[in-house]
C-alpha cells in the first residue's frame, strides 16, 4: 500500500541522556501532534534532524539513537556542527527567516551559506529517497527545506509530493531581492501541492512564481512544463480538545494538586481580587513584535493612571535562536523595556510586568491561558500564530478577549478579536482600555464564534483536508495524462498516418511551432522549424498549412522559401501554394478608426502593451507588461470593447497575452473547414495551443487528430505538453 512520509526539520522527539542512557521525549508542538496522526495512519515515516550535534557523537552513540528513533518511525537526518551553523542559523534563519517576515534589514546573503542550504536539503531529499517508493506520498514542511521537493520529484516523478510553508510568503518585491530566488521556487515547485496559512501568502507565491517563471496560471493552478501544480490556503489549527480538557482538568484540581505556579496566581488574587493579568506568549523573536507591545503597555498605564496598581501583565518569553547577534540584541532591548517600566509604574506591591524568560511545562501554559483575562498578541508579522488559538480552547468560561495584530495569518480567522495594528502603540493602549472593559456578555458572544471556528478546523481537519487535496491533484494530473501522446498512442497515430493517402496537417505557429517571445516580431523560424516542415512536405501525400493570428505579410517572408499553404489573421486570408492571396470571408476595415484610439488609451496606460494592426484586425499586446496590472486592463478593455462591438458585426477574441478584435465570423475552425471543403482527406490533425485553436479542434470532423500544446483543458482528443514536443512529433511523423 502506498506510504505517506512527512518530512520536517526537526524529528517530532528530542533526545535527552540519563543514567549513560539515551531517551527520546515526545515533542508536543502543533505540528507534532498533527503529523503524528497522520504518518502513523498511513504507515510512513517522519525524516529530519534528532536536534543532536554529529559532531559530538561517536558511531556507536549515533548508531544507537538512530535505533531507538527508528522504532519510532523516524529516519534520521544527521547535522554537524557547521550544518547546524551554516544550514540552520544561517540560511535558515538568517537569511530566509527575516526575509520572508520582511525584516529586510537583518538578511544575510552568504553565498557560503547558500551552498550549505543546498547540500543539507539534499541529504534531506536523499533520506526520503532511500524510504520512498514510487507511488508512495511526501509532504515536506517548512522554509528550512524549500528545495526539497525539486531534489525528491526529479529523482522519483512517481511519487506524490506535498509541501507547507508555516510562515509567511513575502511579497514578490521583497522575494525578488534574494539572489537565489528562482533556484528557491524551482525547488518549491517540485511539489504537485503547495499549502499555505492564508491566501495572502498563497497570491504573493503565485505572483512571483508568474513574473520568475511565467507560467500560465489558472485561478490556484500551475501550468508547469509537464505538470498541474496546485496552490492553495490551509489555515493550520490546533488539538482543540487538548487544550479544553486540560484546561478543565487544570481548573478541577485541589489546592494540594495545583502546581506552585497556579498557587501563586491563586495567592495573588487573595491579596487583590479586582487585579487584571494580561498574557504574552512568544518565542523570543523580533518577528513578535515584543519591544513595541511593551512600550505599548507603557503608554497605556500612562493614559490610563487607574488601571495602574490593577493590571499586571505576564511575559512569557521562550529563548529562541540564542546563538543569532539580532536575537541577543532583542534581548538585551526586552530586558532594559521591562525594567524601565516596572521602575516607572511599579511599586513594593505591584510589578507591572512579570517576565519569564524560559519555557514552561503544558500544565503551565494551559494555567496561564486560563487566568488571563486579555491575550495580547502583536507580532509584526506572522505566519498563523498559535498562541491566539490556544488561549481560545483554554477558556471553558467563555470569557476572556483576544487582541490581535493584524499582521499574524491568525487574524483572518478570528474577525471577533480586538484588531490592531502593531506598530501603533496608542491603537494598542486604546484596545487594552477596551478588551479591560469589555462587558461580560459581550466577551462571552464573540468567544462563542471563536470557539466554535477555531474547534471545527482543528489540527486533525487541516491535516486529513492536505492529505485528501494531494489525492485530488493527482487525480487532476491523471486527467492531463489521459491525453498524453504517449509512445503507444504514438505508434496508434503512426500507424493511422503511414495508412493514409491524403493527409491535411495543420500547424498553428506561435505557442505550437515555436515559443513565446517578448517581442512576437522576433519569434521566427528557425533552421530547426524549417527541416521538420521541409521534410513534411517533401511527402507528396501531406498537404501542411500554417494556421495563425499573424498577418499575411510576416509569414509570407518568413516561409518565402518554404512551399507551405498559409492561412492568416485566424481564417481571414488564405494562400494555396502556387496561387495568390484570396479572403475567405467578405470582410472589411471601416471600424478600426472608432476602436483605434480605445486600444491607444490602453497602451497609454499599461506600459510594455502595444498594438498590432492586420488587415482585418487589431490587436493589443500585453505580454511585455507587469503581469497583474494588465491582467486587470485586460479585463477592462473587454468590458469597454464588448459595449461597441455587437453593433459593428466585430468579435473579441482573447489569445495568450493579446486581445484581438476582429470581424465576426471568421475563425480557425470555419477556415480549416473551407480548406478541406473540396478534397477526401483520409488523415487530418490540427495542433495549436490557445483558445483560438479550439475552433479548428471542435469544427474539425471527429476522426481528426486535433491535438492542444499545453495542459490547459481542451476540447482536442490529444496533448503535448511543449513546443519541443511539438516537434519531435512532427520530426517523427516526417521520418516515415
Ligand atoms: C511558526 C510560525 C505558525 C510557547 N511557549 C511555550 C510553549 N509555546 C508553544 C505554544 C505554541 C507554539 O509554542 C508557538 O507557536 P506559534 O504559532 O505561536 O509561533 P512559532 O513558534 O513562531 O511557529 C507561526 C506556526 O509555525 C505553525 O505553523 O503559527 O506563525 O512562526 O503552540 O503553545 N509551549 C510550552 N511552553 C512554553 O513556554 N509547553
Not at 410 to 423: F, H, L, R, Y
Request: glycine share 6%; hydrophobic share 40%; proline share 4%.
Amino acid at each position: 500500500m502506498p506510504k505517506l512520509h512527512i518530512v520536517a526539520n526537526r524529528l517530532p522527539y528530542s533526545i535527552s541522556k540519563q543514567d549513560n542512557e539515551y531517551q527520546l521525549i515526545e515533542s508536543v508542538g502543533g505540528l507534532a501532534t498533527g503529523m503524528k496522526s497522520v504518518y502513523t495512519e498511513y504507515g510512513g515515516k517522519w525524516i529530519g534532524w534528532s536536534g543532536l550535534n554529529s559532531d559530538d557523537l561517536n558511531p556507536k552513540e549515533a548508531a544507537e539513537i538512530d535505533a531507538l528513533l527508528e522504532e519510532k518511525g523516524c529516519a534520521t537526518v544527521p547535522l554537524s556542527e557547521n550544518d547546524i551553523l551554516e544550514y540552520y542559523e544561517g540560511f535558515s534563519n538568517k537569511t530566509i527567516w527575516p526575509l520572508f517576515h520582511y525584516f529586510t534589514q537583518y538578511v544575510d546573503y552568504s553565498p557560503e551559506n547558500w551552498e550549505t542550504y543546498k547540500r543539507v536539503n539534499q541529504r534531506f531529499a536523499d533520506r526520503v529517497l532511500d524510504v520512498c517508493e514510487e507511488g508512495d506520498t511526501v509532504w515536506v514542511h517548512d522554509y528550512q527545506l524549500l528545495l526539497v521537493p525539486e531534489m525528491i520529484k526529479s529523482k522519483k516523478p512517481g511519487v506524490t509530493v506535498g509541501f507547507f510553508l508555516h510562515i509567511p510568503f513575502p511579497s514578490y518585491e521583497v522575494f525578488r531581492i534574494l539572489p537565489w530566488r528562482m533556484e528557491l521556487l524551482s525547488g518549491m515547485l517540485g511539489a504537485d501541492l503547495l499549502g499555505f496559512h492564508i491566501y495572502d501568502y498563497e497570491r504573493h507565491f503565485i505572483s512571483s512564481v508568474r513574473r520568475l517563471h511565467g507560467y500560465e496560471i489558472n485561478f490556484n493552478q500551475i501550468h508547469a512544463e509537464e505538470r498541474i501544480i496546485k496552490v492553495d490556503a490551509y489555515p493550520m489549527g490546533i488539538d482543540y480538545d487538548k487544550f479544553s480538557k486540560a484546561s478543565t482538568a487544570v481548573m478541577q484540581k485541589t489546592i494540594h494538586e495545583r502546581s506552585d505556579l497556579h498557587k501563586e496566581l491563586e495567592k495573588y488574587f487573595m491579596v487583590s481580587p479586582d487585579r487584571r493579568l494580561i498574557l504574552s506568549i512568544d518565542r523570543l523573536d523580533y518577528s513578535k513584535g515584543i519591544p513595541q507591545r511593551l512600550k505599548a503597555f507603557g503608554k497605556f498605564l500612562e493614559k490610563y493612571p487607574d488601571f495602574r496598581g490593577k493590571v499586571t501583565m505576564i511575559m512569557l518569553a521562550v529563548p529562541s535562536r540564542g546563538h543569532v547577534e539580532e536575537y541577543q540584541l532583542l534581548k538585551k532591548e526586552v530586558d532594559e523595556l521591562v525594567g524601565k517600566i516596572n521602575g516607572e509604574f511599579g511599586s513594593v506591591n505591584y510589578a507591572p510586568v512579570w517576565y519569564f524568560y524560559r519555557a514552561l511545562p503544558f500544565e503551565n501554559l494551559v494555567e496561564l491561558y486560563n487566568t488571563c483575562d486579555v491575550a495580547l498578541i502583536t507580532p509584526l508579522r506572522d505566519g498563523m500564530n498559535l498562541v491566539a488559538k490556544e488561549y481560545v480552547a483554554s477558556r471553558n468560561t467563555q470569557t476572556g478577549v483576544i487582541v490581535l495584530s493584524e499582521m499574524a495569518g491568525v487574524s483572518k480567522e478570528m474577525g471577533e478579536a480586538i484588531t490592531i495594528n502593531p506598530i501603533n502603540e496608542d491603537e494598542i493602549a486604546e484596545a487594552l482600555n477596551t478588551a479591560l472593559t469589555m462587558p461580560v456578555e459581550e466577551q462571552k458572544e464573540r468567544m462563542k464564534y471563536l470557539q466554535n471556528r477555531i474547534q471545527r478546523y482543528s489540527i486533525f481537519k487541516w491535516a486529513g483536508d492536505f492529505v485528501q487535496d494531494l489525492d485530488k491533484v493527482k487525480l487532476l494530473q491523471k486527467e492531463y495524462l489521459a491525453k498524453k501522446i504517449t509512445s503507444s498512442v504514438y505508434n496508434e497515430i503512426e500507424a493511422k498516418y503511414k495508412k493514409a493517402k491524403n493527409r491535411a496537417i495543420f500547424l498553428d505557429y506561435d505557442g505550437t511551432l515555436t515559443p513565446f517571445h517578448k517581442n512576437p516580431l522576433e519569434a521566427s523560424p528557425n533552421e530547426e522549424l524549417f527541416d521538420i516542415l521541409k521534410k513534411l512536405i517533401a511527402d507528396e501525400k501531406n498537404t501542411v498549412t500554417i494556421i495563425s493570428g499573424r498577418d499575411r505579410y510576416t509569414l509570407e517572408k518568413w516561409f518565402a522559401d518554404v512551399p507551405i499553404n498559409l492561412i492568416c489573421e485566424h481564417g481571414v486570408w488564405l494562400r494555396k501554394l502556387g496561387e495568390d492571396w484570396q479572403t475567405l470571408t467578405s470582410v472589411n476595415n471601416d471600424w478600426m478608426p472608432m476602436i483605434r484610439p480605445i486600444l491607444e488609451r490602453f497602451v497609454d496606460r499599461t506600459p510594455g502593451s502595444f498594438i498590432e494592426e492586420k488587415n482585418y484586425s487589431l490587436v493589443w499586446h500585453y505580454r511585455k507588461a507587469e503581469p497583474d496590472q494588465s491582467l486587470i486592463r485586460a479585463n477592462e478593455l473587454k468590458d469597454e470593447l464588448l459595449g461597441m462591438v455587437g453593433n459593428l458585426n466585430l468579435e473579441i477574441m482573447e489569445g495568450s497575452k493579446v486581445i484581438e478584435v476582429k470581424n465576426g465570423g471568421i475563425n480557425k475552425g470555419i477556415a480549416a473547414l473551407q480548406f478541406i471543403k473540396n478534397k477526401k482527406y483520409d488523415f487530418l490533425t490540427a495542433l495549436g495551443d490557445d483558445w483560438t485553436d479550439e475552433f479548428m479542434f471542435k469544427e474539425l470532423p471527429k476522426e481528426a487528430i486535433s491535438i492542444k500544446v499545453g495542459l490547459k483543458r481542451t476540447a482536442a482528443a490529444y496533448k503535448l505538453e511543449s513546443v519541443d514536443a511539438v516537434r519531435d512529433f512532427l520530426k517523427k511523423l516526417g521520418d516515415n
